[in-house]
């Protein structure tokens, strides 16, 4: 089975969710400054999410470029990635509107887990497909990046209750993490994650 | 005439069907748990559609990789089905923000069972255009699941009127049947099905 | 320049057109049969826009075929189509809501009129760039059915002050035109048409 | 790395863009002209949009095709370039909605601003990946529009808090040097902005 449809499908739901995100910015009927302030804390979140999915599109991206077909499995390793990813506009709005209030915030790193879950289910499944030896199995490697901002996810829930700005800010890091490619910042990170244990 | 674009339409509208039912989760004004309480049956027809709407993809993708040409004849059983899929997000909406009602839980499978007739007009007009003897009809063959599934939405229609979450648990089995690759299981419910009639 | 990216851009903004009309179905607060009783209009509008749209992606479809090459020009020609398309969710919207009331009657007649034509603009820019003697202008021919629509949709937006149904009915026909392949009806049609001046 | 989904992706969150804004025309309540004055200033926005939403997407196709491969900065400088088209739906309506009020007037200014400065940012890193002797680096030249159109933006900008209705002048003007593909028009547009500082 050839990997072209998987891709442009994926493209599409991917490139709709980071999209209609931006339906949740409702126009304030003020034409001040004032009006917008409401809007600063849905706005935030919004950053934070484009730049999550774009982060998934990116990866999703590299990922399949070493995949040489596809089955039935993997379609739905897909789809069940694609299902995680397309409650990211809900969380995103709920938390904005409510301020970065603890549950939103813990809900959105709850999201943020599965999404990440749903990605290594994905590799996972074409690694199965593809061999240990295969191209891909060697371009994924071991996926420090990925284990990481798993544990990260985690210990962002878990802050939520206690201050949902810095579970925030847990979240934020894990996706400055994935946009900076410097290797050391990686490595620094997951030892900063094994003290954190 | 060449299958590129037709491929690429259904998966277009296919993605923003699948994708815009999450704009039915509409964001609840208070910060706790229980605000999220009432999205809950909207949460779970939301899942159930999703999981529909990606069988239909993956039968579509199936289907037209064995395709070999198309005419305007095939163009046009595409659109119809994917008229009944455009409607999925409404029933969806209707029936999880009713808490699956009689009337909204066989409207639901009212719009199943006639998205699984204008799938099988499709296939019937992919064959009638590429031959019974063509590679596609033997890709197809008798379709078992493609009728059991009619069968099913029928008596899901009717159940909804005595037990709609019945209706609902059929609705869901028919998924399943879908989504579990096993032909033991397959066959199990043809021949269940037949003992109901 | 290459074709590619005009039809990967056009069936995109189509397939969202076609798809996020379904939005104005909004979803009745009961759960009874009695509660869709109100959106009837809005549904029957529903289903002649999808048509028309469907219309629209099947002959840009068939024009685009026998397109070789494309310019600036042409690729704003494209998006002008592409505009007036867009406008057609929020006619149908205002009919439909409107139970066919004579005045959104008349401007979806000159939202249709103005994508007839766009398309045409769309087809004398493709042709003057290929050529008269190129198998684009060949396979375009004279385009009654282009020329015929164009007058009926005047007919229609006239009448609309008079019956408004009577030119949603001028409306259906056009696409039914389209719709059937049956090269006598569309004869009989520009005769009647011809008569009717 | 290849660009196929490079484009893709954006194709598909532009056509997404330029679609939803639609979305903003809400159906009016009454069935008569006047019931659609209201709506006048939200119509002329969204005309001015789609024109620049068109004229990135046809500058997007056009640098595209001069590109022979991507990496991972020119991925994140187009998804920068993607997140404030993102943005001009919000502003749009902001602005419609509000009759063109001076300070909807400059934060639209302001996105125009941001999307041509992450325009530019595209251009230099892809120019930075080819090479200055590059086909790519020679087709975009010294990109007077582009720089000339910055400097108009912020002139729009700051015209906005005098006389909002000449800001949105502005605007339109730099659409209109973008739609009109005359070579004179362009050096008086330079020559002239050159004068007014």
Redesign the interface.
């Known amino acids: 089975?050839?990997k072209g449809?998987?891709?442009?499908?994926s493209?599409?739901?991917?490139?709709?969710?980071?999209?209609?995100m931006?339906?949740?910015?409702k126009?304030?009927?003020g034409?001040?400054?004032a009006a917008?302030t409401p809007l600063i804390p849905v706005f935030l979140s919004y950053?934070l999410s484009?730049i999550y999915i774009?982060i998934y599109?990116?990866n999703h991206?590299h990922l399949?470029?070493a995949v040489r077909h596809v089955n039935?499995r993997i379609?739905?390793a897909n789809?069940h990635l694609?299902?995680w990813l397309?409650?990211i506009?809900?969380v995103t709005?709920?938390m904005g509107?409510?301020q970065f209030?603890?549950?939103?915030a813990a809900?959105y790193g709850a999201v943020l887990l599965f999404c990440a879950i749903a990605y290594l289910i994905l590799t996972i499944t074409l690694i199965a497909h593809h061999g240990r030896e295969s191209e891909l199995a060697i371009a994924i490697g071991r996926d420090f990046k990925g284990k990481v901002s798993l544990a990260f996810y985690v210990v962002g829930i878990l802050l939520s209750f206690v201050n949902s700005w810095l579970a925030c800010g847990i979240y934020a890091l894990v996706a400055a993490m994935w946009?900076i490619?410097d290797r050391r910042i990686e490595r620094t990170l997951v030892s900063e994650n094994l003290s954190n244990k």
Chains 1, 2, 3, 4 share one sequence.
């Open positions: 089975m050839v449809r998987l891709e442009a499908f493209d599409g739901v991917i490139a709709i969710i980071i999209t209609i931006v339906l949740e910015l126009v304030p009927h034409e001040t400054f917008l950053i484009f774009a599109w990116n991206h399949l470029q039935g379609l739905w789809v694609l299902f397309s409650l506009p809900f709005a709920w509107e409510n209030a603890p549950i939103p809900l946009l490619p």
